[in-house]
């Protein structure tokens, strides 16, 4: 298939973001930025209150309890494996929902959420879950708006931290921040110019919030791949991350 370049021009097509090379370098980029380590697979245990007003934030890809995604998960975990040591926790994950409590959730929760880690069919719920909620509809988006792989990217991070809710930083805000400034290459707009004024609106959404106000993710990571005109996330990458530095070759 041939991919929209700019002015509308249709290019040889690179691998998009779901190619298995560039997701694999996708769940790192996240994992830099979320665990401050690129090994994504050890983040299945991972789980904390950051302090975000989220309750607990959990996972390879940051669930939370106060947010709807991770009660979704456990629900689909409890599907697949029925009496498991976190399907006790959803009726306080419903009441929870919405709020950053623990109530009902302490003091087991983030025991059994670790232990439950162990099990493959929780790290396979945990995959699911992010590729249905925050993947596969950023990388559906970024082809629609035309974008490539980095494009894909830098959507999917977006959605990973904003959610796509209706909040005024939310992915769909942010999206509509940026079509005031550029158009996406699928409407005739040059790609590198778009996905500024996109990381612009994405830095302006993260300053409004204290737990979100260092945007490292976006100056020192993304924004070093699209000034050098990496815009399919080829390898190999080095960013900064909070002040880390990382490489993929």
Avoid at 9 to 31: F, H, N, Q, R, Y
Avoid at 132 to 152: E, I, M, S, W
Avoid at 156 to 165: C, K, Q, R, S
Avoid at 182 to 193: I, L, S, V
Wanted: charged share 30%; aromatic share 10%.
């Amino acid at each position: 298939m041939a991919a929209v370049g700019r002015g509308g021009t249709a290019t040889a097509a690179a691998p998009g973001l779901d190619d298995p090379a560039k997701k694999e370098i996708a769940m790192k980029l996240v994992s830099s930025a979320e665990n401050s380590s690129l090994d994504w697979k050890a983040q299945y245990q991972y789980i904390e209150d950051i302090g975000d007003g989220r309750g607990y934030t959990a996972g390879i890809i940051g669930f939370c309890s106060g947010t709807g995604d991770m009660l979704d998960l456990v629900e689909l975990y409890t599907r697949r494996r029925p009496g498991n040591v976190l399907a006790a926790y959803l009726p306080a994950l419903r009441r929870v929902d919405g709020t950053d409590s623990h109530a009902g959730l302490d003091p087991g929760y983030p025991a059994d959420w670790r232990r439950a880690a162990r099990d493959t069919a929780f790290q396979q719920a945990q995959n699911d879950e992010r590729d249905r909620v925050y993947f596969d509809p950023a990388v559906a988006r970024g082809r629609a708006d035309g974008l490539r792989a980095l494009g894909q990217f830098i959507y999917y991070d977006a959605l990973v931290m904003h959610g796509d809710g209706d909040d005024p930083t939310g992915f769909r805000a942010i999206r509509e921040r940026a079509l005031r400034g550029a158009e996406p290459p699928a409407r005739g707009g040059d790609e590198r110019a778009y996905l500024d004024a996109f990381l612009d609106a994405r830095v302006w959404a993260m300053r409004q919030e204290e737990a979100h106000s260092d945007t490292s993710r976006v100056d020192t990571a993304q924004r070093v791949f699209l000034r050098k005109g990496n815009l399919d996330l080829n390898t190999p990458l080095d960013w900064k991350v909070y002040g880390d530095s990382y490489h993929i070759g």
